[in-house]
T-cell receptor, first 110, second 112 residues
Framework: SQQGEEDPQALSIQEGENATMNCSYK?????LQWYRQNSGRGLVHLIL?????REKHSGRLRVTLDTSKKSSSLLITASRAADTASYFC??????????FGAGTTVTVRA | NAGVTQTPKFQVLKTGQSMTLQCAQD?????MSWYRQDPGMGLRLIHY???????DQGEVPNGYNVSRSTTEDFPLRLLSAAPSQTSVYFC???????????FGPGTRLTVL
């Protein structure tokens, strides 16, 4: 069963706008990760945030984690056409295993 | 470094046929995993390995076998292909437990 669920399922924005997507999970975690998948490709790791961290930045990406609400958000600022992709959160539901959500599909319009 | 490589990229099988999906990594990672990805769903873990000689089942292991004779290679075997196994298969490796996973490009499998 999936531990994490992304919301919304799909998002369409204009180039230059910000995109925000959320991930909710069910059980306690050690860390939460976000991945990007371009159409027809493998997943690429974006950012990892540990349970004792509340916010993390990487370039135009900002990830927050609220362990009390069991949720995380990924913000992409100043979006570009190249940001068009599916974004997945993954949590370490138990040892050795990552559990992925169904993803948010982001379309950036020129 | 090539990272994680998978072969073949595409495969069409008939029901009942068997085949092996190959996965190799050159990063000396102890942990390797196989996932399948179906439309509208996230990745589901099939099998994983925490080191050479050690494998375990994931969420959807039925119909698949794995072995890990070397650190580098982690092949996935379909014993008797079924249409329900039509999917995109991804192999991944990571250095530490539940750390960043590095994914291969995937194998798109169709079972007729």
């Amino acid at each position: 069963s999936q531990q994490g669920e992304e919301d919304p399922q799909a998002l369409s924005i204009q180039e230059g706008e910000n995109a925000t997507m959320n991930c909710s999970y069910k059980t306690s975690i050690n860390n939460l990760q976000w991945y990007r998948q371009n159409s027809g490709r493998g997943l690429v790791h974006l950012i990892l945030i540990r349970s004792n961290e509340r916010e993390k930045h990487s370039g135009r990406l900002r990830v927050t984690l609220d362990t009390s609400k069991k949720s995380s958000s990924l913000l992409i600022t100043a979006s570009r056409a190249a940001d068009t992709a599916s974004y997945f959160c993954a949590t370490d539901a138990d040892d050795y295993k990552l559990s992925f959500g169904a993803g948010t599909t982001v379309t950036v319009r020129a | 470094n090539a990272g994680v490589t998978q072969t073949p990229k595409f495969q069409v099988l008939k029901t009942g046929q068997s085949m092996t999906l190959q996965c190799a990594q050159d990063m000396n990672h102890e942990y390797m995993s196989w996932y399948r990805q179906d439309p509208g769903m996230g990745l589901r873990l099939i099998h994983y390995s925490v080191g050479a000689g050690i494998t375990d089942q994931g969420e959807v292991p039925n119909g698949y076998n794995v072995s890990r004779s070397t650190t580098e290679d982690f092949p996935l075997r379909l014993l008797s292909a079924a249409p329900s196994q039509t999917s995109v298969y991804f192999c991944a490796s990571n250095r530490e437990l539940t750390d960043t996973q590095y994914f291969g490009p995937g194998t798109r499998l169709t079972v007729l």
